[in-house]
């Protein structure tokens, strides 16, 4: 999942590439900050892949905060004024957004950040980051037994504990390969690799009894 951080002085301009980031089952928020100074502690303690930034900003201004940074993750100037697009190409900036930003120009970024910077699934990401009692919890695929979906939320059973996250099951699915893990159940989704038998209404994935649903028994067929 990329890890998105979201940098401005405006309470409404926040909300916007917010909501846009929640629209895509592949970012997700890490935090909302005012100024420069409340973005520096955040890359000190949680990777950021993508970095949405006024220039306008109190204290210290968007492109100085930039040039401060020894290491930077992709950053997008999100700014009432279109004067500074020029000086954010020097700061090898990945786009320059002018408000009010539309959704339609807002995907034209992170699209134009997935060809940049995502390598091919043979170099994809073996993990991906979900939010567990306010932090954001690093989960391996390659761990995962299985998802079971409740109501508002996702438990993650993994060879060593167990997550509860707010996130639905679609969203889930979107971030898994789908070569390793397989939906079971409207409720259920599991990892292939552990599943150790397979009847007419469960299966076993180590020790856990798994229900079948009738609808997703197709997808079994291709284990037989």
């Known amino acids: 999942m990329i890890q998105c951080l979201i940098v401005d002085d405006e309470p409404l301009a926040q909300d916007v590439i917010e909501k846009y980031i929640q629209q895509s089952a592949k970012l997700q928020l890490v935090q909302k900050c005012s100024n420069a100074l ?44 279109a004067e500074y697009a020029a000086h954010s190409y020097e700061l090898e900036a990945l786009d320059y957004l002018v408000k009010p930003v539309t959704y339609e120009r807002f995907a034209k970024t992170i699209d134009k950040f997935f060809k940049h910077n995502i390598k091919p699934d043979t170099d994809e990401k073996k993990y991906f980051y979900i939010k567990v009692n306010g932090r954001l919890q690093k989960v391996f695929y390659a761990d995962i037994l299985y998802a079971e979906s409740m109501r508002d939320y996702i438990r993650i059973v993994t060879v060593n504990e167990t997550h509860l996250t707010h996130l639905t099951m679609k969203a889930l699915a979107a971030l898994l390969p789908t070569g390793h893990f397989i939906r079971v159940h409207r409720s259920f989704i599991v990892h292939k690799l552990f599943i150790r038998s397979v009847g007419r209404k469960e299966l076993l994935i180590n020790e856990f009894k798994i229900p079948v649903g009738d609808n997703y028994k197709q997808n079994l067929a291709a284990l037989k």
Do not use: C, H
């Open 38 to 81: 409340e973005a520096f502690a955040v890359l000190e303690k949680q990777p950021v892949d993508i970095m949405f930034i006024d220039i306008a900003m109190p204290v210290v201004n968007g492109m100085d905060f930039i040039r401060s940074l020894k290491t930077l993750p992709a950053v997008v100037f999100t700014t009432a004024y």
